[in-house]
């Protein structure tokens, strides 16, 4: 057996045989089976090593050819690999509860099948095509058949487009960099280049007006999912650029820019949200928000950038997986998603409101929550190095706090004659229960990631060793 076909090829020919051949009643347990068997797989079988089962031997080879390109998965690979396929299954678990598109789960999987091989294909530069790959199956999502795109997944497509020129070029620059690394003026080209690359790609302030553009435009399920997936392995992708190049990781002007790079992302996020009348608009500017906290853990400069990123990337799936699906529900009931439209619906809908709510204080980073250890974490590095950036941290995820206390002020306010109803399908309330569930264990028992994340930084050479 071989690791890449196993979980680069095996999900993509699934997602392909799927779209045309399942229907769309079973498509989820399918999607989401085959998404959990690979995440189990990777947890019980390590990559290159060989294991006995009675009397047969059993080893997973770690690397393939394919079109002139090598695809190469590790031991230390295994882990992130269950992680990612872990978080996929609960996303197309959740497809029938959301109602979303018969495509999400055949395409889903094709695009987390890119995304695998972006973290796998070397020379490490061609993950720049498979990122913009993976990019381009997530309009057939965003669109339905036969209605015309709309501004937010038109300028959501150029951007990821415009990104990989910039980071092909840059990486053919950082090569002659490191060749000679006190040149100046080559130095600052590559760093911009590279810099406008990213930027483009994980959205950067002001590049990221398409994000709530979108959450009013399409499907909320499907909008958390992209929000999910592409930052995820955009931000593994930009650690690999870290690592392999040393004037990178050790230059002091560049983590500095890309700190504050985050923090402008992270105040003007949760401002933004503190302002909003559209509850998925909010969504969008805390993912905004939790990707400014990626980037402010990119620019460390500290041993435990590889740690807090991924601290910071798990709950994520998790967190923005609960507010989708809670969005969609609502979004039955009220389409625009507007405070006047979803004012007292917390009588009606008291699960998906519930659930929401708790997703939403957790990306804020509340106690007892998901994503509180992950920012407690990243605070205490920070205040090492800048209280005055740890401070700015701080006021945009007040900001995302005043949105939740305003959403669910507009929730609770019903007329004092309304019936408590419950109107989630069993399916639905089930899956936000399960979701609810994991955001209050990965807040109150942080500890149950260490097995997960304790051998991630082997899969970089330089950073964190």
Avoid: C
Avoid at 282 to 288: K, L, N
């Amino acid at each position: 057996m071989n690791a890449p076909l196993i979980w680069i090829l095996t999900p993509f020919l699934s997602g392909f045989l799927i779209l045309f051949f399942l229907h769309r009643r079973f498509s989820p347990l399918i999607g989401g089976a085959i998404s959990m068997a690979l995440a189990l797989t990777a947890l019980i079988f390590p990559i290159d090593t060989a294991l006995l089962l009675g009397s047969i031997s059993i080893k997973i080879s770690s690397s393939v050819q394919f079109f002139g390109r090598s695809f190469s998965l590790n031991t230390a690979d295994g882990p992130l690999i269950a992680i990612i396929y872990g978080l996929a299954a609960l996303w197309f678990f959740g497809t029938e509860a959301s109602g979303s598109a018969n495509r999400f789960v055949s395409l889903g999987l094709m695009i987390v099948a890119l995304l695998t091989a972006s973290i796998a294909v070397e020379p490490f530069l061609f993950a720049a095509l498979l990122l913009v790959m993976a990019a381009m199956l997530v309009i057939p999502l965003l669109v339905p058949l036969y209605q015309k795109p709309g501004k937010g997944a038109i300028r959501f497509l150029i951007y990821q487009t415009i990104a990989m020129p910039f980071i092909l070029f840059s990486g053919w620059m950082l090569a002659g960099v490191e060749a000679s690394p006190g040149d100046l003026g080559s130095t600052i080209q590559a760093g911009t280049i590279l810099g406008l690359g990213f930027a483009f790609l994980l959205g950067i302030f002001p590049l990221y007006n398409w994000i709530p553009m979108l959450m009013e435009e399409a499907s909320p399920y499907v909008t958390g999912f992209l929000l999910w997936a592409l930052p995820t392995f955009t931000a593994i992708f930009a650690l690999g650029f870290l690592d392999r190049y040393t004037w990178l990781r050790t230059s002091p002007q560049l983590s500095y820019t890309i700190q504050f790079a985050g923090v402008i992302m992270v105040v003007s996020g949760g401002l933004f949200a503190s302002q909003q009348k559209h509850i998925g608009r909010i969504m969008g500017y805390a993912a905004i928000v939790e990707t400014g906290l990626f980037v402010l853990a990119l620019g460390l400069g500290s041993l435990e950038v590889v740690n807090i990123t991924f601290l910071l990337l798990i709950p994520r799936g998790l967190e923005l997986a609960v507010w989708a699906l809670a969005l969609s529900i609502i979004k039955r009931k009220a389409y625009t998603l507007r405070f006047n439209e979803v004012q007292g619906l917390a009588r009606s809908y008291p699960i998906a409101v519930g659930a929401l709510i708790l997703a939403h204080l957790s990306m804020t980073g509340f106690p007892l929550l998901a994503g509180f250890p992950p920012r407690l974490a990243l605070w205490q590095e920070l205040a090492r190095q800048s209280l005055a950036t740890a401070f700015w941290v701080f006021v945009g995820l007040l900001g995302l706090l005043i949105a939740a206390l305003r959403t669910m002020a507009v929730f609770v306010m019903a007329k004092e004659n309304k019936s408590w109803e419950w109107n989630e399908s069993w399916v639905q309330a089930a899956m936000l229960g399960v979701g609810v569930i994991g955001l209050f264990i990965l807040g109150m028992f942080p500890q149950v990631l260490q097995p997960f994340i304790i051998n991630l930084p082997a899969l970089f050479e330089h950073l964190g060793q």
